[in-house]
């Protein structure tokens, strides 16, 4: 006996790769049903490489009474309106939006670090998702901060622009043909040209001149993690088109030299290591685009500090950063409260 499984936004890049991990991973499912905006209402999408296709219905007259879960991912306009209507009929919704994640009476999750907060999620009949930055980062820092508590982590992210949506993965394609042609480039969707460029600024930015998307890194980070954590990030969008790269360093409370740390990585669940020290030794986002692994790479001892742990971490943003990450919290949310059968 299987759940019945809507997926709120599944026109959309993240929805899409909802569909296939929800596929791919076998999820126990009796039914399933690809919602969108009312403009993409008739609109067939395939579920994941089954063969099957699924026409999208429109989210306004979509009426969630029996339906178990709800993977929403269609931002946070939608997300307030129709969020609360699912959870009140009954329809467990797992977010992928900013909206819920700082909401006291709303568990964030990953299933990796944190599967115990889920437990609180009847509160409000909502699971909140991370930001994509966040997710992979602290599946990187639980096995380390579990054997030496993190006393402080500053990254900078190299975020790929599929975080910004179908829109900016146009942006770099268009901009990237309209160099090599030597066409006019405007940038729209970013603030600057992002072709064959690096920008320093992903969302709004804040009083304190830090990024809303930094802002995210520091608060989720406490949140999942542990409250008592200090984060410094730096979020830049860089000219890629799937997959997101942190480069962290750490500061530990106890002794903790990089030998140690990856044989935890080694080890810790929803990770790989691929630490060789020498030419193509490590990966990057393109090598990780399409994989479940967040991968570690070019572990060494920061002797700037004591205890300190310098480290390249990697991940499918589409994947780990917000679609798989769903799916594993309603898995993990089938085992723990809604079991079937």
Not at 72 to 99: H, M, Q, R
Not at 244 to 252: K, R
Not at 260 to 273: K, V
Request: charged share 25%; glycine share 8%; hydrophobic share 40%.
């Amino acid at each position: 006996m299987g759940y019945r499984v809507a997926v709120v936004g599944a026109t959309g890049n993240v929805g899409r790769e909802m569909l296939a991990i929800l596929a791919e991973r076998g999820f126990p499912m009796d039914e399933v049903a690809a919602v969108a905006s009312p403009r993409s209402q008739g609109t067939e999408i395939e579920l994941g490489d089954t063969g099957k296709m699924l026409k999208c219905k429109n989210i306004e007259h979509f009426d969630f009474t029996g339906w178990d879960i709800a993977l929403f991912s269609c931002g946070s306009g939608p997300t307030k309106e129709y969020a609360p209507k699912a959870a009140a009929a009954g329809c467990v919704v797992i977010d992928n939006s900013s909206l819920y994640r700082m909401d006291p009476d709303v568990p964030l999750i990953v299933p990796e670090v944190n599967p115990d907060d889920i437990d609180g999620y009847t509160k409000k009949n909502i699971i909140a998702n991370p930001n994509c930055s966040t997710a992979q980062m602290v599946v990187a820092l639980k096995p380390l901060h579990d054997a030496a508590t993190i006393k402080r982590v500053v990254v900078s992210t190299y975020q790929s622009v599929s975080g910004a949506g179908k829109q900016g993965m146009d942006e770099l394609f268009e901009q990237s043909r309209a160099i090599f042609v030597g066409d006019p480039v405007e940038p729209a969707k970013f603030t600057k040209q992002i072709a064959f460029n690096v920008i320093p600024h992903i969302d709004v930015f804040m009083d304190d001149g830090s990024t809303k998307e930094e802002w995210k890194m520091v608060v989720e980070t406490k949140k999942i993690l542990d409250p008592k954590v200090k984060v410094q990030a730096t979020c830049v969008r860089v000219p890629v088109f799937v997959g997101h790269a942190e480069s962290i360093t750490l500061e530990f409370e106890k002794e903790l030299s990089a030998e140690q740390a990856q044989d935890l990585l080694r080890e810790a669940p929803g990770l790989m290591l691929v630490d060789k020290r020498e030419d193509g030794g490590y990966v990057t986002p393109v090598e990780c685009a399409g994989d479940y692994a967040t991968y570690i790479s070019r572990v060494r001892d920061d002797s700037t500090v004591d205890n300190g742990i310098a480290l390249w971490c990697v991940s499918d943003n589409l994947r780990k950063g917000a679609a798989l990450n769903a799916v594993q919290i309603a898995e993990l949310l089938g085992r723990k409260h809604l079991k079937k059968g």
